[in-house]
């Protein structure tokens, strides 16, 4: 019963480096989310994915590419990262209704 | 554009009075869906509300759905130092493709 696993949960990156956050689900869901949790800014969705092999701009989408090349995996790119981008961010999927969370990766980019 | 405002920010309150946090929409939502992350924790769902006028209860928990489906409230009585957390609510809009918004989110803080 993993639900949804992110990878990693820690990271500190340096400024301009790239990196990759994965996402995966094994509940068979159609739709996965990503979004970045900062304080008092609520959850904010960057990109989401409604099926495989698709994908759309969130509310906060710049800096940020997405893959879903595979139903089960959701992939979020920092291509160069800045510190803005310094959050907790959030994979969730769904399948209609409820969304299951995963734990969480806190990136800091300094 | 599409966005879900939420209020009150912070909420605090001594144990056994009573809280409700507000959730509005300057468009349509098809539904919305609240749920709740407990410090340091992932949000978990407590509820989907789909039709106008909507009332849910859980417990000491009561759910509401405006009828104009703009509008949700979350509003639990006697309030308990375990219903610590932030409370978000998240909307879905009409033709968004399951496109989910989250509000702001509330922080209810519980004083025993």
């Known amino acids: 019963n993993a639900g949804v696993t992110q990878t990693p949960k820690f990271r500190v990156l340096k400024t301009g480096q790239s990196m990759t956050l994965l996402c995966a689900q094994d509940?068979?869901?159609?739709?996965m989310y990503w979004y970045r949790q900062d304080p008092g800014m609520g959850l904010r969705l960057i990109h989401y994915?409604?099926?495989?092999?698709?994908?759309a701009k969130g509310e906060v989408p710049d800096g940020y590419n997405v893959s879903r090349l595979k139903k089960q995996n959701f992939l979020l790119g920092l291509e160069s990262a800045a510190p803005s981008q310094t959050s907790v961010y959030f994979c969730?999927?769904?399948?209609?209704?409820?969304?299951?969370f995963g734990q969480g990766t806190r990136l800091t980019v300094v | 554009g599409q966005q879900v405002m939420q209020i009150p920010q912070y909420q605090h309150v001594q144990e056994g009075e009573d809280f409700t946090t507000y959730c509005n929409s300057s468009?349509?939502?098809?539904?919305i869906q609240w749920y709740k992350q407990r410090p340091g924790g992932h949000p978990v769902f407590l509820i989907q509300?789909?039709?106008?006028?909507e009332v849910k209860k859980q417990k000491r928990l009561t759910f509401q759905f405006g009828e104009a489906k703009k509008n949700s409230s979350l509003h639990i009585t006697a309030t308990q130092t375990t219903d610590v957390g932030t409370y978000f609510c998240?909307?879905?809009?009409?033709?968004?493709?399951?496109?989910?918004?989250f509000g702001a989110g509330t922080r209810l803080a519980v004083h025993p």
């Open positions: 509940m068979n869901h159609e739709y």
């Open positions: 468009t349509t939502l098809s539904n």
């Open positions: 994915s409604v099926g495989e092999g698709t994908t």
């Open positions: 509300l789909v039709k106008s006028g």
């Open positions: 998240a909307g879905s809009f009409s033709g968004g493709y399951n496109k989910l918004i």
């Open positions: 969730a999927s769904a399948q209609g209704t409820e969304a299951f």
